[in-house]
């Protein structure tokens, strides 16, 4: 598996791809948590969702037509939280805001879950799966027309604030057409 890496201060993880295709795809994410991506942030942003990646259906935003997986550490119970996270034109939905709030994969440091992202003509989906890939928790949103083109997200840190500290997980992604 690869590893990414945020740095403290910075959101984005690194390497973040570039990667644009025509045609409709689906991304199979295999992601490792480890004690290296847990985090404090002392405030009510420890529970904003970091993006994990995803699929884009619009060139120059990741806000506007995107598919994504999220996550955040619990400090609380010492998990990693894991979800949905689309942007359908204005929209947004994750749990708490188009899903139900319980509406989340709980995953234990150094678990290894599978996610599979899929941008399709009409709908996208998130589904996460367990290490023995038992479905832990799937989301769909309808979308409008599919554009012709795909493009990748990379993972990113927060909403408002940056990373902490430098932190890191490690993930493999396997990107196939529809």
């Not at 959101?11 to 689906?26: A, C, L």
């Not at 699929?55 to 119970?77: D, G, Q, V």
Request: aromatic share 16%.
């Amino acid at each position: 598996m690869k590893t990414y890496i945020v740095k403290e201060g910075k959101h984005d993880y690194k390497p973040n791809n570039t990667w644009v295709r025509w045609g409709k795809y689906s991304f199979r994410y295999t992601v490792t948590m480890g004690k290296g991506n847990r985090y404090n942030l002392g405030d009510v942003d420890q529970f904003d969702w970091n993006k994990g990646g995803g699929i884009a259906n619009y060139l120059w935003s990741n806000f506007k037509m995107t598919a994504m997986w999220a996550f955040r550490y619990n400090i609380n119970t010492n998990v990693f939280e894991m979800c949905g996270y689309f942007h359908v034109n204005d929209d947004i939905y994750y749990p708490g805001r188009g899903f139900n709030p319980t509406q989340i994969a709980r995953v234990g440091v150094g678990e290894t879950v599978t996610i599979d992202v899929t941008m399709a003509k009409r709908k996208m989906s998130v589904v996460i799966y367990d290490d023995d890939m038992n479905v832990m928790q799937t989301y769909n949103v309808s979308k409008p027309k599919h554009r012709r083109f795909c493009r990748e997200v990379g993972a990113w840190f927060g909403g408002n604030e940056t990373a902490p500290t430098d932190l890191w997980f490690s993930m493999d992604i396997d990107k196939h057409r529809i």
